[in-house]
């Protein structure tokens, strides 16, 4: 998390935290960590406390840290569940309407949405930073979250460039690795690699719950595994998956006739060959973008490409590392 | 891994492993250093020659390793995948038709049937410890491997006890905690809780790599570990469920419904509700079986009613943690 300007001649940007659960907790603690200033506020009073008792400046309420980032020309980073951003929005509306602006929600299609609505012209770029555990709020949370996760930045058309750099430059503090996407196209990915995996290990927890004490007593590590996530927060896991239906119905109906396919193979010639295969093969390829060498390529800011050329290195599985006021630098895995 | 005898007044019996991957090799180190005497036989030149570079006896042929057992009164242990077992009952039964006979395979009704034709009135419990690691061979295993893991003993109407304290006693030999149950429960239980894990982790990661270079690149801990069994061994995986076809078979039914149920839930009216709730409750029954307070309870070896009573702990969720030539101490979850 090396000290980090676009160029500015003053102190780092600030940044202002709205909601402090373990996501929103960690990027105070990550960002203030690489030097910002910082500071909060939630709905939450025992978040409240617990930051405030770690040295953590909270504001008394959300219009006190809006007016306070609008004064300091602060990021202000919306941190909370999906279904509380549209009175966020309001409320930045009035009191920080000019502020720079990102969030955390991980659906991005509903949140660029409620932003075009509410503040058109608005500096901003969502944010989705792909960590978490399966406990949540303020003390599940520390600086170290975002260690080398990846963490989505939007690019849309008519989105403002520096407003991405104040996104991504957050996130690159908080010691991510950047992917530029679209909402939708991020949305999409979401739901098959984030909010389908929460949905299965729902529905895996029950049918095995369904066999009963023998069941639960033989379990290991392949159920323990697959039925993580299940052991999360109800609200938030719907505030997740619920919120981004249209692309997880898609997610599930694959899955459905996967699934499908998989018993009518198992039942007519009894083999899960090709079900066992594919699952195989995806999870290597998984496996190896750990260990592949990645070409470096440096994108130059300000151009009239600068947007799209951000947006192939995301389609392309490519991140950015480092950025400064002139370009960024970005790791792709080779083509092909 | 205390040792044990059953009262005997001779050495602690000795093992004979037939099969040295993950399995079959903690077995016999497991078994070894609980101070018993071991030897096994394994068709994989490479297990055999990395098993005896670590000391261990390994026999030049399954005959060879099963003469001896007949020689020494041993317990055979077999410990290939499914697909193996019936060509080495048949060796069994021309070279230590007598021995004493227990295996570790996943599946218990295919095995238990084979026994029953080819070896009808052998000295036989199945077994199956609930342990296991995405990687596979000799390499992969460890002593260790069985520590506090549930190892299921099977029990029908026919087993004799002294077979069943045979299989039972390597279990706690090895770490494990025993399980009492039926080869039909056992398989029923599995179905769900771990061969419909490794069909759901299979289908997971294929849909997921389906979204591309963006989705993996995003991809993290949900979708790690929901798919984090896939990455084994193809064949092993396969060995397993496809051997389980009619439970499994019913556990992929159950959760056709369940998913189908959360799709049209999704579609219709939004909400994720009954199926996250659902499971976030079943993953609770599983935490909470770690904590719970458990009674002992002692049952006497020898009497008529000895068979049912093991199985009654199993169907309970209980396990056998001790067991000597009188009785065997078993721990309960509280009723209801």
């Known amino acids: 998390m090396a000290k980090r300007d676009l160029g500015q001649d003053g102190p780092m940007r600030a940044v202002c935290v709205i909601g402090l659960g373990l996501i929103g907790g960690s990027v105070l603690r990550a960002a203030t960590s690489a030097g910002r200033a910082g500071w909060a506020a939630t709905t939450s009073e025992g978040d409240a406390a617990a930051a405030r008792a770690e040295g953590y400046s909270v504001e008394a309420t959300v219009e006190d840290a809006l007016r306070r980032a609008a004064a300091a020309d602060a990021l202000v980073v919306i941190a909370?569940?999906?279904?509380?951003?549209?009175?966020?929005?309001?409320?930045?509306?009035?009191?920080?309407?000019?502020?720079?602006?990102t969030d955390v929600v991980s659906v991005k299609e509903p949140v660029s949405s409620e932003v075009g609505q509410l503040l058109p012209g608005a500096r901003y770029a969502g944010g989705h930073p792909m960590a978490g555990t399966s406990s949540s709020g303020w003390s599940a949370g520390g600086p170290d979250l975002f260690s080398d996760a990846a963490w989505a930045v939007t690019v849309e058309d008519d989105t403002r460039e520096d407003a991405w750099c104040e996104a991504a430059a957050l996130a690159l503090d908080c010691g991510a690795r950047v992917v530029p996407t679209s909402a939708a196209e991020h949305d999409t990915a979401v739901a098959r690699i984030s909010h389908?995996?929460?949905?299965?290990?729902?529905?895996?927890?029950?049918?095995?719950?369904?066999?009963?004490?023998?069941?639960?007593s033989l379990a290991a590590g392949s159920f323990r595994d697959g039925t993580r996530v299940s052991a999360g927060s109800p609200?938030?896991?719907?505030?997740?998956?619920?919120g981004n239906r249209v692309a997880l119905l898609d997610a599930v109906d694959d899955t459905l006739g996967r699934l499908g396919a998989a018993r009518g193979s198992l039942a007519s010639t009894g083999s899960l060959k090709s079900t066992v295969d594919a699952g195989n093969q995806a999870r290597r390829i998984l496996?190896?973008?750990?260990?592949?060498?990645?070409e470096r390529t440096t994108i130059p800011l300000g151009t009239r490409n600068t947007l799209r050329r951000l947006r192939e290195i995301g389609d392309r599985g490519g991140r950015i590392r480092t950025l400064d006021a002139n370009s960024a630098v970005a790791e792709v895995p080779p083509m092909g």
């Open 287 to 294: 496996d190896a973008l750990g260990d592949i060498e990645r």
């Open 196 to 216: 389908l995996p929460h949905v299965l290990a729902a529905v895996l927890a029950a049918v095995g719950s369904d066999g009963g004490p023998l069941a639960m």
């Open 80 to 101: 909370t569940p999906l279904p509380a951003v549209r009175e966020i929005l309001r409320k930045v509306a009035w009191h920080a309407p000019e502020a720079w602006l």
């Open 235 to 242: 609200e938030l896991i719907r505030a997740m998956t619920e």
